[in-house]
């Protein structure tokens, strides 16, 4: 009789600690912020194919055309660049707002140039991100786009990080093709 009660004592002080522990520790990543936290998630585990789906399908495009993207090993480059070993990488969106239709449609029109590309944004977010590894931090202001219900990151695909510097987010959302990172 003592071991079925102590079996379900047991059972229901684990349940009681493991709701307790989902409390404000568990955080819903917004629709938005997916395309960031996919982009830390590729680098930590080494996963270039969803590294570059993080990105606008142009901006994709393009790298894989360009003279940067000679092998098919984006990450393990990016990590070389940056002096980091995968799993050292983490991330925080520390600011967001939703661009105005006068901001979207600049961002959309900076794109059709960069991109030669119609493509729609029907929604855009500017998001400060903190990157943190172990040789420190780099801030970015990276802009997302809704496209044909999906999110991606607008700019050109980011090829290294710049652990150590402090200041202002630089400006990753750019669609400005001569910002190469």
């Known amino acids: 009789m003592k071991k079925p009660l102590i079996a379900l004592s047991v059972l229901l002080i684990v349940s009681?600690?493991?709701?307790?522990?989902?409390?404000?520790?568990?955080?819903?990543?917004?629709?938005?912020?997916r395309p960031v936290f996919n982009?830390?998630?590729?680098?930590?585990?080494?996963d270039s194919k969803t590294y570059l789906s993080c990105f606008v399908p142009a901006a994709r495009k393009a790298f894989l055309k360009s003279d940067s993207s000679n092998s098919k090993d984006?990450?393990?480059?990016?990590?070389e660049k940056s002096g980091i070993e995968a799993s050292d990488i983490h991330c925080e969106i520390i600011g967001k707002r939703e661009l105005?239709?006068?901001?979207?449609?600049?961002?959309?029109?900076?794109?059709?140039?960069?991109?030669?590309?119609?493509?729609?944004?029907?929604?855009?977010?500017?998001?400060?991100?903190?990157?943190?590894?172990?040789?420190g931090t780099?801030?970015?202001?990276?802009?997302?786009?809704?496209?044909?219900?999906?999110?991606?990151?607008c700019s050109d695909v980011i090829e290294s990080f710049r652990f150590g510097e402090s200041g202002r987010p630089d400006s990753a959302g750019s669609t400005d093709s001569s910002n190469k990172d």
């Open 16 to 33: 009681v600690l493991a709701l307790c522990s989902c409390g404000s520790k568990t955080e819903e990543v917004a629709n938005h912020e």
């Open 39 to 46: 982009l830390c998630y590729s680098i930590n585990h080494n």
């Open 74 to 79: 984006t990450v393990s480059e990016l990590l």
């Open 100 to 135: 105005a239709s006068a901001d979207r449609e600049r961002l959309q029109k900076d794109y059709k140039k960069a991109f030669s590309r119609n493509d729609e944004f029907d929604k855009a977010f500017q998001l400060d991100v903190c990157f943190t590894s172990s040789k």
């Open 138 to 153: 780099d801030m970015r202001r990276i802009n997302v786009v809704l496209i044909e219900s999906s999110w991606y990151i």
